[in-house]
């Protein structure tokens, strides 16, 4: 594994666990992480600098794989006819010099077997001949499986009976881009030209422009053959990629497409932390299902406010109003206190003033509280849990994951029912410390320093004419005062004393009134808060994806970057064994075809 491929693998995984830890992936989104070939040729060898080219032999049953390396080896290094296909080992067949390193887990001793050779032509190769891939028994297709990312070049052999086999075609079409790839039609005394182009039709259409494919024939007993044996165009082939220094040219294609597969897990995780046209959309979108969900809150809240307020009823307070005018009409009207009085209903900061001292005789504090505390019930809650709920769909729906925008919003409104109890306690308490309008509050003022006014008047001019007509009369200078006057005085006073009475009657607010308007002033002052609540939450979760995500967008920059670097051109033999790039809409530029 390369040190840039390595580095940028190490730091995708600490940006996915983190991005992981805050909520906006999931294991299933980490699967595909963890799911990237890691192995690379170069960990078989102690000496990666200088490491033999790693070549595969691979195919199905019966092609000849193993005669095939006997006849490269000019020895009969693996075994061959009735018990291949029940091999349950990889045969490694390299040079003594060659010292190898520690297998790695998926390649377990015990199911490889080491062939040493002192063949002075392969010193620079490491031939490998895997299981078949199509094997009956799935730990030998596994195995052979297993190999693969440790190979530069493939030699997928196959027979003329064979070489539409599916199994290894489904293995070309997901790696053709990963390897070298060289194609052995064996077995050739058994093939006809027909085949071969056929054969050769079908590589091109999977991706390789000039495919090097070469017909061999490992039976020496063989009869006439449809073309000359290629076998040693295929020994010239493999020598030339190792002249040509052609391993690290085949490292890095491997690289780049892990590097390519290290983007596109990177663009699948960051399409689950949004982009910025769906965090511009979703404060609108939040917004709206908000406002929604207060109208429908304030609408279905009604009916329990005008309940509530109900139960505080207007009683009495005439002598209280009446005993107040007089203090102020004789001047000794005490100073408001600035302390909450005995009903516990205190001003409010934004509305200075002393509470009615009516209001503080109909109004205990325990009637106070209670209505305060039932009016955010379990129904209201739920309206709540329905917006937020609407606002994650939406989230969903552009694929973003919601889990963390879930979990703040939640946060914001777990304490909704204390947030506007409290708002309601608050406003109820001012509404019944200063009910009614303000010109309401001060004609009373007026009335109720009439009340007592108007009727002393009175009877001052009642007595005032009592005297007066007493000493008149006395003096024989008028007659003494009869029942008409007694009367008609007795009408100005009860006139004197009803007409303010009255008015003042009629001027005097409702305290259920005054209650209905601060608990809706109080459910309103609580959505409000509410609302607050959640806009900083949404912005948070905003900036918080947008860490992340610019983080991801730079590993994703530099991945593609490091993927863009081209291989060698000036070899004809190396593009020859090269796929060509992927066609849209087929993976590794295979096509899909039917046996």
Excluded at 252 to 271: I, P
Excluded at 491 to 503: D, G, R, W, Y
Aim: charged share 25%; net charge positive; proline share 6%.
């Amino acid at each position: 594994m390369s040190e840039v491929y390595r580095s940028l693998l190490e730091r995708t995984r600490a940006w996915f666990a983190r991005a992981a830890a805050d909520g906006w992936l999931d294991p299933a989104d980490g699967a595909r992480l963890e799911a990237l070939e890691r192995g690379t040729p170069g960990e078989l060898f102690a000496d990666v600098e200088a490491r033999p080219l790693v070549v595969a032999l691979f195919g199905g049953t019966g092609v000849g794989k193993s005669s095939l390396l006997n006849r490269l080896a000019g020895a009969p290094v693996a075994r061959v006819g009735v018990e291949r296909p029940t091999s349950r080992e990889a045969i490694v067949y390299v040079h003594e010099a060659v010292e190898l390193k520690r297998l790695p887990q998926e390649l377990p001793v015990e199911k490889v077997g080491v062939r040493r050779h002192g063949v002075p032509r392969w010193r620079n190769v490491l031939w490998i001949d895997a299981p078949d891939i199509d094997s009956t028994n799935e730990e030998n297709r596994r195995l052979a499986l297993s190999w693969l990312p440790h190979v530069d070049l493939l030699i997928y052999v196959v027979s003329p009976e064979r070489y539409r086999d599916d199994a290894g075609w489904r293995v070309l079409q997901a790696r053709g881009q990963r390897h070298g790839w060289m194609f052995v039609l064996n077995r050739w005394d058994e093939g006809d030209v027909r085949q071969r182009d056929d054969f050769a039709r079908l590589l091109r259409e999977a991706g390789f422009e000039s495919p090097l494919l070469l017909c061999t024939c490992c039976d020496m007993q063989a009869r006439r053959l449809p073309s000359l044996d290629q076998f040693e165009q295929l020994e010239a082939a493999i020598a030339g990629l190792v002249q040509e220094h052609a391993v690290r040219e085949l490292e890095r294609l491997g690289q780049r497409v892990r590097l390519l597969e290290l983007r596109a897990a990177l663009a699948a995780a960051l399409e689950r932390l949004g982009d910025d046209e769906t965090w511009q959309r979703l404060p609108a979108e939040m917004e709206q299902h908000w406002q929604r969900t207060c109208a429908g809150l304030r609408a279905g809240s009604e009916w329990l406010l005008r309940a509530r307020a109900a139960r505080l009823r207007w009683e009495g307070g005439l002598a209280v109003r009446a005993r107040n005018a007089v203090s102020q009409f004789s001047g000794q009207a005490r100073e408001r206190p600035a302390a909450a009085p005995t009903g516990g209903i205190a001003p409010s900061a934004g509305n200075p003033g002393a509470p009615d001292p009516e209001v503080v005789a109909s109004a205990p504090q325990g009637d106070v509280n209670a209505l305060a505390r039932g009016v955010w019930d379990a129904w209201a809650q739920g309206r709540v849990e329905e917006c937020l709920d609407r606002v994650e769909l939406g989230a969903a729906r552009a694929r973003l994951h919601p889990a963390p925008l879930r979990k703040r919003l939640d946060a914001a409104v777990h304490d909704a029912e204390r947030l506007v109890g409290d708002a309601v306690q608050s406003e109820l308490r001012v509404a019944l410390a200063r009910p009614g309008a303000a010109w309401q509050r001060g004609l009373r003022r007026v009335t109720g320093f009439l009340i007592p006014l108007l009727p002393t008047l009175a009877l001052l001019w009642v007595l005032h004419n009592v005297v007066r007509g007493y000493w008149r009369a006395s003096l024989g200078a008028g007659e003494w005062l009869g029942w008409s006057f007694a009367v008609h005085s007795l009408l100005l006073v009860l006139t004197a004393l009803a007409v303010p009475l009255a008015l003042d009657r009629l001027l005097k607010p409702s305290l259920e009134q005054a209650a209905l308007r601060g608990l809706r002033r109080g459910l309103e002052r609580g959505l409000e808060a509410l609302g607050g609540r959640l806009r900083p939450a949404l912005r948070d979760a905003e900036q918080q994806a947008r860490r992340h995500r610019e983080e991801g967008r730079a590993l994703a920059a530099e991945t593609a970057r490091a993927a863009l670097t081209p291989l060698r051109a000036d070899s004809p033999l190396l593009s020859r064994v090269v796929a060509l790039p992927p066609r849209e809409g087929e993976p590794n530029g295979a096509k899909t075809r039917s046996a």
